[in-house]
């Protein structure tokens, strides 16, 4: 069950992120930083629980941050314009 609700919670993450990037305010800033907060605690709790492959694991969490954070700093720069 906490498998589907990581995988939820990081694809509402990746739609979040991306709505804030085409309409930024500070609330969905904040909403965006709790998506990825929850998204790398679920995706820890997956890895001690299961004791899966750390590597793979990391790997895939590296990509999801990278996107993720690319789309909220290019949202805090059109929200300072």
Excluded: Q
Aim: with cysteine.
């Amino acid at each position: 069950m906490i498998l589907v609700t990581h995988i939820l919670i990081a694809l509402g993450s990746l739609v979040f992120t991306g709505l804030t990037y085409l309409m930024p305010s500070r609330f969905k800033l904040g909403v965006s930083y709790v998506f990825v907060a929850a998204t790398l605690a679920s995706g820890t709790w997956l890895v001690v629980a299961s004791r899966s492959a750390i590597l793979s694991s990391c790997m895939t969490g590296l990509v999801y941050l990278a996107v993720t954070w690319g789309g909220i700093i290019l949202a805090r720069r059109k929200l300072a314009d």
